[in-house]
């Protein structure tokens, strides 16, 4: 496997990594829930913030901590990376392993739900939750908006979210999803 998954998956750690201690724990999975749907607005019993938090304490169960080698209840960096390079190797696993978290992700953050997601709506999601910098998400929005309608329909949102944790080529734009990583 390559260096630009490592530095794309250590991009994607530091922002999962949401109370800073240097693990992944259930716990972080949950403030990363809280913090999407206080970020909409959305009331926390609201269907969508529901299916949120469903979805991703099934990412928890399903992808994370079976990571977790030592049985301490944490993600290391380590165990994060050898996780995801043996787990995410196929991208026709797409739908099982990650769509699903995406699609309460992409309802989440289409604030004004027409079903895509306009560039202050991506900006407002990514600051405020992932705290990546504003300038990284207009550049980013703008390579990924191919057809430049101003907006990420769903299905564009699914291949940037594949290419990030699937793809291997140094110059996709989704690489830099969750913060502009090096090279
Ligand atoms: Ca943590
Ligand atoms: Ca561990
Ligand atoms: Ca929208």
Same mark, same amino acid.
């Given at each position: 496997? /390559?260096? +630009?998954?490592?530095? #794309?998956?250590?991009?994607?750690? *530091?922002? =999962?990594?949401?109370?800073?201690? &240097?693990?992944? /724990?259930?716990? $972080?999975?949950?403030?990363?829930?809280? !913090? %999407?749907?206080?970020?909409?607005?959305?009331?926390?019993?609201? =269907?969508?913030?529901?299916?949120?938090?469903?979805?991703?304490?099934?990412?928890?169960?399903?992808?994370?901590?079976?990571?977790?080698?030592?049985?301490?209840? #944490?993600? $290391? +960096? *380590?165990?994060?990376?050898? &996780?995801? !390079? *043996?787990?995410?190797? $196929?991208?026709?696993?797409?739908?099982?392993?990650?769509?699903?978290?995406?699609? %309460?992700?992409? $309802?989440?953050?289409?604030?004004?739900?027409?079903? #895509?997601?306009?560039?202050?709506?991506?900006?407002?999601? %990514? %600051?405020?939750?992932?705290?990546?910098?504003?300038?990284?998400?207009?550049?980013?929005?703008?390579?990924?908006? *191919?057809? &430049?309608?101003?907006?990420?329909? !769903?299905?564009?949102? @699914?291949?940037?979210?594949?290419?990030?944790?699937?793809?291997?080529?140094?110059? =996709?734009?989704?690489? @830099?999803?969750?913060? !502009?990583?090096?090279?």
């Amino acid at each position: 496997m /390559t260096a +630009l998954q490592d530095l #794309k998956y250590g991009q994607w750690f *530091r922002g =999962a990594d949401v109370d800073g201690d &240097g693990f992944i /724990t259930q716990r $972080d999975v949950r403030m990363m829930s809280e !913090r %999407y749907i206080a970020a909409r607005g959305t009331a926390p019993e609201a =269907a969508t913030a529901r299916l949120l938090t469903e979805g991703m304490d099934g990412f928890w169960t399903n992808v994370l901590a079976p990571m977790d080698q030592d049985g301490d209840g #944490k993600i $290391d +960096l *380590r165990e994060m990376t050898e &996780g995801f !390079r *043996r787990v995410l190797t $196929d991208p026709a696993q797409y739908p099982e392993q990650i769509e699903p978290v995406t699609n %309460y992700f992409f $309802d989440l953050a289409d604030l004004n739900g027409d079903g #895509k997601i306009d560039q202050a709506e991506f900006q407002q999601m %990514y %600051y405020s939750v992932a705290g990546v910098p504003g300038e990284d998400c207009a550049a980013v929005f703008a390579a990924l908006d *191919r057809d &430049g309608s101003g907006a990420l329909d !769903r299905a564009e949102f @699914h291949q940037a979210v594949a290419e990030f944790f699937y793809g291997n080529d140094p110059d =996709a734009p989704a690489n @830099h999803l969750f913060g !502009r990583v090096a090279g």
